[in-house]
C-alpha cells in the first residue's frame, strides 16, 4: 500500500500537487480523514489531468471545490497518512543506524497453518494426547521469520522506543526470576502490543524435574502473567529449549497451546543456526535474549540492528507469530 500512495504521488505533476495540497487544506479545515487506497489513486490521477500545464492563472482543482471538499477527494488524506508513514519509518530506520528501512509484513493468513510438531521433536503420544506442538519454524510459504526475545534481565528503554519507532512486532518468553524487579517494564511492552508469554519461574532445566516441579515452574508463572498483565498466555518456550512428556503435558494442563522453539538465535555479534545451511527459511522463528552489557558486547538495539540488517538484506520481513497460530 505504501508504494501505492508513493507512486501516484510521483506522478502527479507540479501543477497538480500545487492542487492537491490546496485540496489538503480545504479537507484540514472541513476536518474530513479516511478512505482507501485506490480513490486516492484516482483523485491525484484526475487532478493532474485538470490542472494542465499552466496552474497559475486557473484556480487549482482544489480551490474549485471550495472549503466543503466533495467526498471523492477525502480519500487523498489516506495517501497522505501512507507517505507520512513511510516517511517516519524511513526517518526511524536512519536514526537506528539501520542500512535498509525494514520489509513491511504481509497480511496475516486468513486462515492459521497447520502447526505440528517438528520431526524429531515428539515425546511419547505426543499427538494422541493432544500435547502442544513443539516446532522451530511456521508453514508458511511468505518471505518472513518471527522474534522472540527470552528470559527479561535487561529491561532497556532504548530497546522499547526502538521497536515502537520500527514497528517491528516481537514476542517475550518472560522468566519470574528475572522480570520480577520490574513488573512495570513488560507492562509497557503490552500495551505496545507485544504478548508475553511463559518462560517458567526460575528457568530450570525441566527434564531434571519431577512432574510436579515442572507444573509448579510451569503453571506458577502462567498465574503471576495472568495476575500482571491480565491474560493467562497460551505461548511457552522449555528453558535451553530442552523437556520432555511431563514438561508438555504440566504446560497443557495449564492452557499452553504451543510450544514453539528456534531456528535460529541472534546475538549481539553473531547468527547461530540450526540447519546445516546457515541460512533463514519462510517462517522461522529467531530467538534473541533481553540481555544488555553485561552479558554482551553491546545493547539490545545493537542485537536489533544485527538481526534487521540480515533479515531485511535477504528480503524478510518480520511478522507477529501470534497472527499465524
Ligand atoms: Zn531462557
Known amino acids: 500500500m505504501p508504494e501505492a500512495g508513493r507512486r ?42 485538470q490542472g ?21 477527494e477525502t480519500p487523498l488524506s489516506y495517501a497522505d497518512r501512507l ?56 508453514p508458511t510459504r511468505q518471505k518472513v521469520v518471527f522474534l522472540t526475545i527470552d528470559d527479561g534481565a535487561e ?21 519470574d526470576y528475572v522480570i520480577n524487579d520490574d513488573y512495570a517494564y513488560f507492562r509497557k511492552m503490552r500495551d505496545r502490543g507485544v504478548v508475553l508469554n511463559n518462560h517458567t519461574l526460575h528457568h530450570p532445566y525441566l527434564p531434571g524435574l519431577s512432574y510436579r516441579r515442572q507444573r ?15 491474560k493467562r498466555p497460551t505461548l511457552f518456550r522449555p528453558p535451553f529449549g530442552n523437556y520432555n512428556r511431563d514438561t508438555l503435558i504440566a504446560a497443557k494442563s495449564c492452557g499452553v497451546k504451543y510450544a514453539p522453539l528456534w531456528a535460529e538465535e541472534v546475538f549481539v555479534d553473531h547468527w547461530e543456526y540450526r540447519e546445516w545451511d546457515r541460512d533463514l527459511h519462510p517462517g522461522d522463528i529467531v530467538l534473541s535474549h533481553f540481555r544488555g552489557r553485561g552479558d554482551w558486547k553491546g ?21 507477529r507469530l501470534e497472527d499465524y497460530l
Open 8 to 49: 501516484a504521488r510521483a506522478q502527479a505533476s507540479g501543477t497538480a500537487q500545487a492542487g492537491a495540497r490546496t485540496a489538503r487544506a480545504a479537507r484540514r479545515r472541513a476536518g474530513i480523514r479516511g478512505g482507501i487506497a485506490m480513490l486516492a489513486l484516482t483523485a491525484i490521477g484526475s487532478g493532474c489531468v
Open 52 to 72: 494542465g500545464a499552466d496552474g497559475g492563472a486557473d484556480p487549482a482543482p482544489g480551490r474549485r471545490s471550495g472549503a466543503a471538499a466533495p467526498p471523492a
Open 83 to 138: 507517505h507520512a508513514e513511510r516517511t517516519a519509518k524511513v526517518a526511524a530506520a536512519r536514526r537506528w543506524g539501520l542500512k535498509k528501512v525494514p520489509l513491511t509484513p504481509p497480511a496475516p493468513p486468513a486462515s492459521k497453518p497447520p502447526i505440528s510438531t517438528r520431526e524429531g521433536f515428539e515425546v511419547d503420544g505426543h499427538e494422541e494426547l493432544g500435547l502442544p506442538p513443539v516446532f522451530t519454524t511456521v
Open 155 to 175: 529491561k532497556d528503554p532504548d530497546f522499547l522506543r526502538m521497536m515502537s519507532e520500527l514497528k517491528v512486532p516481537y514476542t517475550a518468553f518472560l522468566s
Open 216 to 230: 509448579h515452574e510451569i503453571c506458577g508463572m502462567q498465574q503471576v502473567i495472568r495476575e500482571q498483565y491480565g
Open 299 to 319: 545493547t539490545m538495539p545493537d542485537m536489533v540492528r544485527r538481526f534487521l540488517n540480515k533479515v531485511t538484506d535477504k528480503g524478510y520481513a518480520v511478522a
